[in-house]
Structure formats: structure tokens, C-alpha cells
């Protein structure tokens, strides 16, 4: 197939010239062909819903998993409302608040809305776009179903070249009108629930939506390695957040620079994973701010400055374009490292998290994620005693219900005042705990009682003066999405005086395994209320 390039480049929206453009890709989309067109956020891959068979064409040329499915993009909330069976008043808010612009909400699917549009899920994606371009062709030809106009699992296109590069013998036309303003794509909200609940960071930050919509869930972690997002159940509700994404060929290792948004953690960081890969032989790229860039420009092999480091909306805008150039950079890897994770910086670093290929902490010796706030190991053994104990783990069906259980006991034991929660990262609320985690407490005559798992939720965090994690990765994940409570949260390991252990998942494991988890779980335990008790008496 012959693409046409069509490029409205420095026209008005009056001139003919431009009018003509919009005209053709409209009648090629009333045919039921594909247009790539640009958006605010990055170039869409459209299809008219309106005309059968078209939208399929979409699954095809992009090698989209099928059971993804696509956002609708609207001119307003008037044709959002035909598309959903509900249109509740959080809808409305956010609509007047954030439209046309860079949010998608998940509503309820009306019979207008083709099957394959949503992947056999009840539910649809809607957007009012704000890019001219993308205004004038849905006023031309109705509702489009646009997914970024990549190939799956590709970094997503902010320049017409990218769509070319990747689409440009599977789709009809590509308009072009140059680089895209916001860079990533839209902040996905799922409006199904009684609470707004968040599916994919994006252009509009959360902070944002919560002035507009108060509560926002906002599930845990974003991290692509994928080993959170796969770990949060509610999160399968937005299929393409399962999939590795926006890969780079090149090898990516990503530093978590930290919630302490610290500028010289990351260059530390970033540096160290330079001379690792180099020891091995690599060439290396440093993908980052410019004052990261600039301070390791002459310890790399090339290096793709994304701007100033309190600048994540300047980051968001370069990120796919630079990943992309990572590429043509005749380098074996290259290192990045993530941002304060404020407003679009949350998209920009969930972004860089499901490209890497590894991801480690910003923390000094030892590397990998056991090294993140490897510099703050030290304090973890101090602090006053608490009053309120927030256990977290995973699932919250084995560990951290045990850890509490057992807190709870010992405390009562030692004469301390505690209150004592548990909670998972990931867990399916309402869960039963495992039968083995329920027999392991009883041969201590603890009884765990009915306990049923429960989410995270931010005001557990909140409600907490100490929170304890089982893993070091679980502490970083948490500090990471939750800055603001970065400074009370620990792992048991930390806490007990052993901050090298990490108490692993015993599920699957068998009763013996659960006896040896909850053995020491009660070893960092009492080395912990050892110490409380000593502080008390100080
Ligand atoms: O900024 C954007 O949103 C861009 C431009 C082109 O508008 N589009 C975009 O589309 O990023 P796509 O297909 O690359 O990503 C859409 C995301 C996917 O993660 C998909 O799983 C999710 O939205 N999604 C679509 N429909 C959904 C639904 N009914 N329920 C939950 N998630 C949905
Ligand atoms: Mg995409």
C-alpha cells in the first residue's frame, strides 16, 4: 500500500491547503481506511467506529493483542454520552475541567460502541482530544478509534516520521504537524467504581484530577518491569498496562532516582551503572536531565539531554523521541533514570519503568533494587516508637497478616500501646488468608480470626507512624509512589536490625515454609519491640 504524507506544517487552519488535507483523510476514513493523525499527547492510529471492519484494520497494522482495546476519541462530552449508558457527574467534572485535553474516562459501553472497539469489555475509553488536527477529522468523520500509531509494544510516535518509519506501508495517510506538545500519552480514569480509580499516569496529573474529582485511587506500583502493575488485580481492567511497552532495542537499565527527588542520587546512580556496563565491555548512553548529561558527558558514549531536572513537563514532551534516538545512538545500552514523580513526572516515569530492561536503585555499592536508599539503611534502626503499624506485603493473604497478628500479640506481651493494620500492594480485596499462614499462627495460639485482604490505600499510609515492608523492592515501590510518606517507610528487615534480609513470598510453598516465613518474621519482630522497649525507658 501507498501511504500519503500529508502535511499541514505551518498552515492555518483556514487556508485551503489545509482544509484540503482534512477533507481527503476524512473521506479515506468515511471508506474505512486508517489515518494517523496527531494529537496533543502523541499521533493516533484512526478508524472511523462507524464503518464496519474498519477498526479491525487497526488490531492488524499495529499487531495488537486483541483483547486491547481502544479509545474512542469524541468532540465533547455530548458524544461521549451517546457511547456510555451511565454519564455520572464525575464524568461531567471531568470533562468540563480537563476537555479537550489529555484524560480518557472508562464508562460504560453503550450498543454504539463496535465489540471490537473495547475488546469485548463493557466498558469504553472516551476522549476529546485537543489538537486541531484531531478536532477537525472527528467533526468530518464522526468518532475515531485511535491507539498511539506505533507498533505494539513500541515506544509511542510524537513526530509524523515515527508513524513512517514503523506504520508506513500499513496505513492510508499520515497527517503531519509536527512534533506533539504533552509527549505522553493521556491519564486513563476508570469511572466505573464508586471511586475514581487510575489505570494509566499520563498527561494530566493526579494532583490535578483530585481538585476536580477529590478522591482518586491510584493503584500500586507503577512499575513496568511489570512485576506491580501485573500484581494489582484492578489493573487487568486496562489490558495494555500488562504488556512490556515503549522498548527501546537497546538495552535500557533505569535508576530510581528516588522520592527525595534527588538530583545527585541520580547522577551517583546513573554513573555507577555506566561504569558497570562499560566494565563489560558496552558502549553506553545516558538518557536524562541535563544536569545529569552534562555532569557524566565524559564517562559515556553519548548521552540525549531531556532538559532540566524539575522539568518533567519538558521531559514528558522529549521521552519517546529520545528513546527512539537511544537507538540510532550506535550504543549497546544506555541509562536513564526516573523523575519527581509530581504531575506529568508520575507518566514520564512509568514510561521509562516499562521500557527498561533493568531496573535498579540510586543507592551506593551492590546495585540492583536492593541498592535503592542504600544510604538510608543506616537510620532505619532508629526513630521513636511508634503507635500505629501499617504491615504491608503483596497479596496481604500471608505475611504481612501473619507479621501483624503476631506484632499484635508480642506488643500486648511487652506492655506496649500499638495499634497494628496490614495491607497488600496488590491484593484482591475481601481475599481469605492462606490456610497455611492461618495454621502456622495457631501452633503460637495466635488466631488470625477472619481477616480478609485489603488494597493499600494512600490514607493507610496516612493513618500510619511506621510502615513495614517484607522486601526492599516493596520499600522502594511504596517511597517512589508515596514521597510525601517516603521518610516512615521501612523493611522489617531494616527495622529488626538485619537490613540485608527480605522476607520472601512463602505462597506455594507449603506448611513448612510458612512456619520458617513466620519464624523470622518473630526474630525481626522482637529485635524490633527489644529496641521500642529500650526507647521507652529512655
Ligand atoms: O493519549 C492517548 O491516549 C493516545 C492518543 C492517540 O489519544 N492514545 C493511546 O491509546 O494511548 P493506546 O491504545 O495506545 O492506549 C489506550 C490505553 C490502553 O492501556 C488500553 O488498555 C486502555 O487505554 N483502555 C482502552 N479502553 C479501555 C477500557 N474499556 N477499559 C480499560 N482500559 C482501556
Ligand atoms: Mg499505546
Same mark, same amino acid.
Given at each position: ?105 472508562? +464508562? ?11 475488546? #469485548? ?47 508506513? /506501508? ?6 503531519? !504537524? ?5 509527549? =505522553?500519552?493521556?491519564? =486513563?480514569? !476508570? ?6 480509580? +487510575? ?32 500484581? /494489582? ?20 537499565? =533505569? ?45 559515556? /558514549? ?65 546495585? #540492583? ?19 500505629? =503499624? ?19 500479640? +508480642? ?5 506496649? !500501646? ?15 488468608? @492462606? ?102 525507658? @529512655?
Amino acid at each position: 500500500m501507498k501511504v500519503r504524507l500529508l502535511s499541514v506544517r505551518g498552515l492555518d487552519r483556514r487556508d485551503r491547503d489545509y482544509r484540503r488535507v482534512l477533507q481527503e483523510a476524512a473521506a479515506v476514513l468515511r471508506a474505512g481506511g486508517l489515518v494517523a493523525f496527531p494529537t496533543e499527547t502523541v499521533y493516533g492510529l484512526g478508524a472511523s467506529i462507524e464503518v464496519p471492519g474498519a477498526v479491525e484494520r487497526i488490531f492488524a497494522a499495529k499487531g495488537r493483542p486483541p483483547d486491547n482495546p481502544l479509545i474512542v476519541h469524541v468532540a465533547g462530552p455530548d458524544d461521549a454520552r451517546r457511547l456510555c449508558t451511565r454519564w455520572p457527574e464525575a464524568a461531567q467534572a471531568a470533562a468540563d475541567a480537563f476537555w479537550p485535553g489529555p484524560l480518557t474516562l472508562i +464508562l460504560p459501553r453503550s450498543s454504539l460502541v463496535p465489540e471490537a472497539v473495547s475488546a #469485548g469489555l463493557p466498558t469504553v475509553a472516551v476522549r476529546a482530544p485537543a489538537h486541531r488536527v484531531a478536532r477537525d477529522l472527528i467533526q468530518l468523520a464522526g468518532p475515531l478509534a485511535a491507539p498511539s500509531a506505533n507498533r505494539s509494544g513500541r515506544p509511542s510516535p510524537t513526530r509524523a516520521e515515527h508513524v513512517l518509519a514503523e506504520l508506513g /506501508d500499513l496505513v492510508d495517510v499520515v497527517i503531519d !504537524d509536527g512534533p506533539t506538545s504533552v509527549g =505522553v500519552e493521556s491519564t =486513563v480514569v !476508570d469511572l466505573t467504581g464508586p471511586v475514581p480509580l +487510575l489505570l494509566r499516569p499520563g498527561g494530566i496529573g493526579v494532583d490535578s484530577l483530585r481538585e476536580v474529582l477529590g478522591e482518586v485511587e491510584v493503584p500500586l506500583p507503577w512499575d513496568p518491569a511489570g512485576e506491580g502493575a501485573a500484581a /494489582d488485580p484492578r489493573l487487568a481492567r486496562s489490558p495494555g498496562t500488562r504488556y512490556r511497552h515503549y522498548a527501546p532495542s537497546t538495552r535500557l537499565v =533505569v535508576v530510581r532516582a528516588g522520592p527525595a527527588r534527588d538530583l545527585e542520587a541520580a547522577v551517583e546512580g546513573v554513573r555507577r551503572e555506566i561504569r558497570r556496563l562499560r566494565q563489560e565491555g558496552l558502549k553506553v548512553a545516558v538518557l536524562g536531565a541535563d544536569e545529569v548529561t552534562r555532569a557524566l558527558s565524559g564517562e559515556a /558514549d553519548a548521552v540525549v539531554p531531556l532538559g532540566p531536572y524539575t522539568d518533567s513537563v519538558q521531559a514528558a514532551r522529549r521521552l519517546f523521541d529520545a528513546l527512539r534516538r537511544v537507538d540510532d545512538a550506535g550504543v549497546d545500552a544506555a541509562v536513564a533514570h526516573t523523575y519527581p514523580p509530581l504531575g506529568v513526572g508520575l507518566a514520564v516515569n512509568d514510561r521509562l519503568l516499562r521500557a527498561a530492561t533493568e531496573v535498579r536503585g540510586a543507592g551506593a555499592a551492590g546495585g #540492583g533494587e536492593a541498592a535503592a536508599g542504600g544510604n538510608r539503611g543506616a537510620a532505619g534502626g532508629g526513630g521513636p516508637v511508634p503507635r500505629r =503499624v501499617l504491615l504491608v506485603c503483596t497479596g496481604n493473604t500471608c505475611r504481612s497478616p501473619m507479621a501483624a497478628a503476631l506484632l499484635r500479640a +508480642l506488643a500486648v506481651e511487652a506492655g506496649l !500501646d500499638l495499634e497494628v493494620r496490614s495491607a497488600g500492594t496488590g491484593a484482591l480485596e475481601g481475599a481469605p488468608a @492462606t490456610p497455611e499462614a492461618a495454621a502456622a499462627l495457631a501452633q503460637r495460639g495466635i488466631a488470625l480470626g477472619d481477616h480478609r485482604a485489603r488494597l493499600l490505600q494512600e490514607a493507610d499510609l496516612a493513618w500510619a507512624d511506621l510502615v513495614l515492608t517484607m522486601t526492599r523492592g516493596q520499600r522502594d515501590r511504596l517511597r517512589d509512589a508515596y514521597p510525601q510518606a517516603a521518610g516512615k517507610i521501612w523493611t522489617l528487615g531494616e527495622q529488626g536490625g538485619r537490613p540485608e534480609r527480605d522476607v520472601e513470598d512463602p505462597i506455594g510453598g507449603g506448611e513448612a515454609r510458612y512456619r520458617a516465613t513466620l519464624d523470622e518474621i518473630e526474630t525481626l519482630l522482637r529485635r524490633l519491640l527489644a529496641r521500642w522497649r529500650g526507647q521507652e525507658g @529512655t
